[in-house]
């Protein structure tokens, strides 16, 4: 069963999450098939669906067939606020809602162990705050480790 590793904690509602940025704007929606709380440290055993539509996405989180093999460790990210892009790693899907004050973008997203995020903050008045998708779920990274590469010997 693929192991799924979610960026905040969800109700056991069926739309258990959404955003959107403007009556005009991508509708954005996390429907929760499990009908029970996902909580953000725990790993979720489940198969997730997706479908990118009519000024809506949605990323459904569905219980796994029986006898369904699976060992990938996925996380799905999900951000109201500013946006975020993916500074290393791989995103096997992403959808957004642009418009508002500053940089205001919504937007959810499933990504590869190892994959790195940059979320952005209001009008990148404080940078980028990182986080890496490990096999034991979403970790927020120091700037440091992020940059280390860049770092100019004098």
């Not at 799924?4 to 955003?19: G, M, N």
């Not at 997730?48 to 699976?70: R, S």
Request: aromatic share 12%; glycine share 8%; net charge neutral.
């Amino acid at each position: 069963m693929a192991r799924v590793y979610f960026s905040q904690t969800l109700p056991e509602d069926e739309v258990c999450w959404r955003a959107k940025n403007g009556a005009t704007r991508k509708a954005l929606f996390v429907i929760n098939k499990l009908r029970r709380e996902i909580i953000d440290d725990e790993p979720v055993e489940c198969n997730l669906g997706i479908l990118n539509k009519n000024n809506k996405a949605f990323i459904f989180v569905n219980p796994m067939p029986v006898g369904k093999q699976d060992e990938r460790i996925l996380g799905v990210f999900l951000c109201s606020s500013y946006g975020y892009t993916v500074k290393q790693g791989e995103e096997l899907f992403v959808a957004s809602s642009v418009g508002g004050y500053g940089n205001s973008e919504s937007k959810m997203g499933i990504y590869a162990v190892g994959t790195v995020l940059a979320v952005h903050s209001y009008k990148h008045r404080h940078g980028d705050s990182f986080y890496r998708l490990t096999a034991s779920g979403w970790v927020k990274v120091d700037d440091s480790e992020i940059f280390e590469n860049e770092i100019t010997i004098i």
